[in-house]
């Protein structure tokens, strides 16, 4: 009896195959969610393309994904040596409206499916604690958060650490460097710091560290703080990487740095961008108390100097920070002794695609091949 139901059912499902196909077809095309997905323009998986910067020197060499000239970062041979930090990132979450999220965001990385703007966030901030804790594993991330914020970070080397604010989109910039002033003064306060005397860097979280920063705090032992610089007349200086030496005095004196830059950005540039106003802070200060360092920002070397007592050191960002370069132009490879690939906009989403094929291989530098392969490609994320 059952055998006699089930015989005809392949004929029937071949009959009806195209059948329902086409209505799929019609339902995607029908269904304007599904085709902003399907739309061709932007990828949504990993592109190869040629790797920039094959025989030149100092650049990352590679053949395919595979690295041929750079050797795998050391903190994993030595633990001993690794100069422990606490990163500092930070982060919040857009309560946006419902309706216009679903459906409409999702995108697929590998095996999954991120849903919305904010669970793309969240995995983007999952991904920066994973490269820290496989480049520096004695290091550990600290999010500063608003204090209402529901998002659960089940990690064992980062922790929420919420201190009341405005994290609108809009203030975004100005609550960040008010959220590091207050953490720093916390620190201060807090009695662990003797016994701590951790080194904290400041960072955006769309960043890989794939080599170990804290050598920063040895090769150059003599700053407060630190803040990296690039040859761009109008934005000079990075605000998304801050070096804080977690000494006493170095808190101290960089908190009261920050605070001056807090000043001036309050005081002069609320009006702009909401992306420049503390760069354009930053630059202010410097050029006020330190007019010499103007001329060096041009030049590869770091350089040291004074600002009202604090030890302010600049390091060329591009001898740590790379960044996948917007569209097709010149494009002079990845230095071999890069230590933080940087993913801005579009590139977010190579930063998780890069975390997978990390998982899959374990292989730091054949990952770095990966990105420099595909950092022309911009998707859709
Ligand atoms: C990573 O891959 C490169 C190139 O294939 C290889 O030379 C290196 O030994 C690998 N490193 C580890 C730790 O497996
Ligand atoms: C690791 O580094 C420490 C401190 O520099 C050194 O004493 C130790 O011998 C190193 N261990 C290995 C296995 O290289
Ligand atoms: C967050 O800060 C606000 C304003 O001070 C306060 O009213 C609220 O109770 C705080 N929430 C938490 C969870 O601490």
Same mark, same amino acid.
């Given at each position: 009896m059952g055998v006699s139901i089930r015989r005809p059912l392949l004929p029937l499902l071949l009959f009806l195959f195209p059948l329902l196909y086409s209505v799929s077809v019609l339902h995607q095309r029908w269904n304007p969610e599904e085709t902003k997905r399907l739309?061709?323009?932007?990828?949504d998986q990993v592109i190869l393309g040629p790797a920039a910067?094959?025989?030149?020197?100092?650049r990352l060499q590679c053949q395919g994904t595979k690295a041929m000239n750079r050797i795998e970062p050391s903190p994993k041979n030595n633990h001993s040596e690794e100069e422990k930090v606490s990163f500092v990132t930070v982060f919040a979450i857009y309560k946006s409206d419902p309706m216009s999220e679903k459906m409409l965001d999702r995108v697929r990385v590998g095996d999954i499916l991120y849903n919305s703007k904010s669970e793309r966030s969240l995995a983007i901030l999952n991904a920066y604690i994973n490269f820290i804790q496989v480049s520096m594993p004695s290091s550990d991330v600290v999010v500063l958060t608003?204090?209402?914020?529901t998002f659960s970070l089940d990690r064992n080397n980062a922790i929420k650490f919420p201190i009341e604010g405005d994290y609108s989109r809009s203030n975004l910039m100005l609550q960040r460097i008010k959220s590091y002033i207050a953490y720093l003064k916390r620190i201060l306060e807090s009695s662990e710091l003797e016994k701590a005397n951790k080194n904290i860097i400041f960072s &955006?979280? &769309?960043? =890989?560290?794939? &080599?170990?920063?804290?050598d920063i705090f040895q090769k150059h032992p003599d700053f407060h703080i630190a803040l990296t610089f690039r040859?761009?007349?109008?934005?000079?200086?990075?605000?998304g990487f801050i070096a804080v030496r977690g000494t006493r005095d170095g808190i101290s004196k960089s908190k009261d740095f920050l605070e001056e830059v807090l000043d001036v950005y309050m005081s002069?540039?609320?009006?702009?961008s909401r992306m420049l106003g503390d760069q354009l802070a930053l630059y202010w200060v410097i050029k006020l108390h330190?007019?010499? =360092?103007i001329q060096k920002f041009n030049r590869h070397e770091s350089f040291a100097g004074k600002v009202k007592g604090v030890s302010v050191l600049f390091l060329p960002c591009a001898i740590y920070n790379w960044t996948p370069p917007e569209? =097709?132009?010149?494009f002079h490879g990845m230095?071999?002794?890069?230590?933080i690939v940087h993913f801005k906009g579009s590139r977010k989403r190579l930063m998780l695609e890069a975390w997978n094929f990390y998982k899959s291989t374990f292989n730091v530098s054949n990952m770095l091949c990966l990105i420099l392969c595909s950092g022309r490609t911009k998707y859709d994320f």
């Open positions: 739309s061709p323009k932007k990828p910067g094959q025989g030149l020197p100092n608003d204090n209402d914020s &955006d979280s &769309d960043i =890989a560290v794939v &080599d170990n920063l804290g040859n761009n007349k109008n934005q000079p200086l990075n605000s002069k540039y609320m009006g702009a330190l007019p010499s =360092a569209g =097709a132009g010149q230095p071999l002794d890069v230590k």
